[in-house]
């Protein structure tokens, strides 16, 4: 069976979302630098195989935006989840807790949602493992699955996971 499906990315500035669709791409054609704010516009990435056929849509660091041009930045992430089938928050371990603005876009999106527990690369495994616990009984992710964008190890595993 041919499966499709729209997959919007999303997180904070610097979070790795740009690095993370190129793990799976396997190529480059986001940009990606150590600086916030890198990404402007959606770009889109898609893997296609025999079976399914998966549609990235890499969007900018979800901000309280203070000027105009991060209004319409914002407005870019959020048109993309219009026509997404499922949210992956791509999430940098370092941080305990999800912004309140990341928690309204959480909120508005209907369909299924998942957390990408990225740059584990930086973890222990035990650590790991309890970070993981922790975002699971956050209670607003259908799966959380660990991850390092650069280091991806497990992107077979994820592919099917998302598939
Ligand atoms: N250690 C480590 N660093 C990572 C990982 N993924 C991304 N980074 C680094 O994090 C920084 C930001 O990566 P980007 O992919 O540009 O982040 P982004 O979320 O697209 O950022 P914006 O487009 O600015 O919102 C870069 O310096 C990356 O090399 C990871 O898995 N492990
Ligand atoms: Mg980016």
């Not at 549609?55 to 105009?68: E, L």
């Not at 041009?69 to 992956?88: P, T, Y």
């Not at 309140?100 to 495994?125: A, H, M, P, T, Y």
């Not at 975002?135 to 660990?146: I, Q």
Request: net charge negative.
């Amino acid at each position: 069976m041919h499966k499709a499906a729209f997959i919007s990315i999303i997180g904070k500035p610097n979070a790795g979302k740009s690095t993370f669709i190129n793990a799976l791409m396997g190529q480059h054609f986001c940009i990606v630098s150590p600086k916030a704010q890198t990404t402007r516009h959606r770009i889109k990435g898609f893997i296609t195989t025999d079976d399914y056929q998966l549609v990235f849509s890499d969007t900018p660091g979800i901000i309280a935006p203070k000027y105009k041009m991060q209004e319409a930045m914002m407005d870019a992430m959020k048109e993309s989840l219009e026509d997404a089938d499922l949210l992956l928050l791509i999430h940098d371990e370092t941080e305990e807790e999800l912004s309140e603005e990341v928690i309204d876009v959480l909120n508005s999106f209907k369909g299924q949602k998942i957390l990408i527990l990225n740059k584990v690369d930086r973890l222990n495994e035990q650590q790991i493992v309890d970070k993981t616990e922790h975002w699971k009984a956050s209670g607003h992710f259908y799966g959380v699955v660990p991850f390092s964008a650069i280091h991806p190890f497990n992107k077979n595993m994820l592919l099917n996971f998302l598939v």
